[in-house]
Structure formats: C-alpha cells, structure tokens
C-alpha cells in the first residue's frame, strides 16, 4: 500500500503493522496490534506459572526467616509475662536464687549508667571521625587506618573487648561501672563511626556549596549546614548501637562482674546489668530464679524494640522530609 505524501514526487510505502496477537489470544512477547486492549493480551502459561513460583519462592523464604523470630518473641513472652510486674521493675534481685518475688531493677540501673557512660563517650567521638573521614581526611593515610580499623572492630567478638578492657583497667583498678561503659564504649564506636559517616556522604554537595558561597569556614558549614542535614541518619545509628550496647553480655562479665545489690558507685565495686542478671538466673537449677530471668530477658527485649523501632521511625521521617 502506498501513500502520497505533500511534496513528494509518488508514494511511498507504509510501514508495515505490528505483528498481531497469537491466534491462541496470548502475547508471545511481541508488539501488540495498535488498538488493542490489553484485558485480551495475555502473557504466557509458562510466564504465569514462572511468576507464580517465584513469589511462592520468596514466601517460603520471608516464613523460613520469621519462623525463629516469631518462635523467640512468644517463648519470652509467653514465660516472662507471668513474672513481669510493678514489684519486678521496682525491686532488686534476692540474695537466694531460691526466693520468690524481687526483680532486676538493679539490672536496670546498672544498664543505664554504664550505657548512658558509653554513650557519652563513643557518641561525640564516632561523630568527630565521621567529620573528619568525610570532609577533611577523604582518601588519607589516617583515614584509611581509621576506617579499617572501623570495619575491624565491627566484626570483632565482643568477649575479646571485655579481655582488652580487663586487662587495662580492672587488673589496676578492680571491677565497676566506668571499666564496663568502656567496653561498650568500644563496641559502640565503630558503628557509629560507618554509619555517621554514610549518613554525612549523603548531603548533597550543594548545600555545603551554598554555605561557602554566603561566606561560611569550612568548620561553619559542617555544623550548621551537614550536621543537621545528616542528623536524622546520625541518629538512628546511635539509637542502633545504644541497643547493640544494651543487649552486651560477655564483656561485662569480665568488667561489671555483676551484683545483687543496687549500686550507683563508678568503680571500686561490682555493678549489675540486666544482661549479667539474666545470665545469673538463666544458668542456676531453681524455678524462681529462672522465673526471673525469663522476665528480665522480656524486659531485656521491650527496651531493645524501643530503640529499634524508634531508629526506624526516625529513619522514615528523615526519608518524607527529603
């Protein structure tokens, strides 16, 4: 079929039209008729059931993942639930593991100073190396020491902090509160580190361009300008590792040591946590004090989700507001 066109000399052939439609009424993966509606275009049998398989796939994949996670969430619920009360939270542990009644508020005390300590130390310092690693050192020497030694620690057990921390502080001072936020301190730092430092590479480079253009130093733009950009990401990296902190065992054994008495003191004397009053109680043959350990580990649980839960938030409003 030829078609004449406006200022040309003949016609000239018409494309020719796409393929059509199967006659079985499928879509073989050509193009469609123009003007067809795509309710009568229908893939394939074998694209149906390959689609089909995929997505089973995946859900066998999401419950093989949940199954534990599910099973660990209803076994401390289910056995902790019974002991957790008013008493529990606001009494500290009896001096029998026999004794009903008591509960781990001198855990929870000792979880509070020693991680509020670790916090204030690994916090302002994970954040200053992120600053440094992203707008001063770059691609340095130091800085590429400083982030292996990052990705080292990340992956370091924890037993091996509290051995280092033993060895440098409890021989010469003894057991208390300041040896173990040190150990935590440790563990905490390197995550805040890598993940202030993601956060600050973030910002994107014309916002520090618009600051130096108002006539702001380098140190001006990075606190008034990057710092608050990145803080929600900041955040709920510090949040992430305050509960990484929170549920440490193995180091604290070998700085806190641990106590049954309610303690505020620094050092000089053994501090308890919530993690080294569950170890107690979950290793000791009675039914009261395992009892209690299965609440502490439900305490343990609730306040790890808050902090959890509480990073993700931050994390989904930091992602509307951009």
């Given at each position: ?32 008729t ?86 204030l ?26 982030r292996?030694f ?6 370091v ?14 021989i ?7 040896m ?8 905490m ?51 992430l ?22 303690t ?39 306040i ?19």
């Amino acid at each position: 079929m030829s078609v004449d066109l406006p200022g040309t000399g003949g016609g000239v052939e018409a494309a020719p039209a796409a393929a059509p439609a199967a006659a079985n009424g499928r879509w073989a993966g050509g193009r469609a008729t123009p003007g067809a509606s795509l309710r009568d275009i229908r893939p394939q049998r074998r694209r149906v059931w390959r689609d089909r398989r995929n997505t089973a796939l995946i859900l066998l994949a999401v419950g093989l993942t949940m199954t534990p996670v599910v099973m660990i969430l209803y076994q401390i619920t289910a056995k902790g639930i019974a002991t957790m009360d008013w008493g529990f939270l606001t009494s500290s542990m009896p001096f029998s593991f026999r004794r009903e009644g008591g509960g781990f508020f001198n855990g929870l005390v000792g979880t509070g100073i020693m991680v509020g300590i670790a916090s204030l130390v690994s916090v302002p310092l994970g954040v200053l190396a992120a600053v440094y690693l992203v707008e001063y050192g770059k691609k340095n020497w130091l800085a590429k020491l400083i982030r292996f030694f990052s990705d080292v620690m990340t992956g370091v057990p924890s037993v091996f902090v509290g051995l280092f921390v033993y060895t440098a502080l409890v021989i010469p001072f003894g057991f208390g509160a300041l040896m173990g936020a040190a150990s935590l301190a440790i563990i905490m730092m390197p995550i805040i580190v890598r993940s202030t430092e993601e956060m600050l590479k973030l910002v994107p480079q014309e916002l520090k361009d618009a600051g130096y253009a108002l006539g702001a130093a380098k140190w001006q733009t990075v606190v008034r300008v990057v710092l608050p950009s990145a803080a929600p990401g900041i955040t709920t990296g510090v949040m992430l590792a305050v509960a990484r902190a929170a549920g440490e065992t193995a180091p604290l054994i070998l700085t806190a040591l641990g106590s049954y008495q309610l303690t505020a003191a620094l050092w000089g004397e053994p501090i308890s946590s919530l993690t080294l009053a569950i170890f107690d109680g979950a290793r000791n043959p009675f039914a009261a004090g395992q009892a209690r350990a299965w609440a502490g580990a439900l305490e343990l649980l609730i306040i790890v989700l808050i902090f959890t839960v509480g990073a993700r938030v931050v994390a989904s409003r930091s992602r509307i507001a951009r």
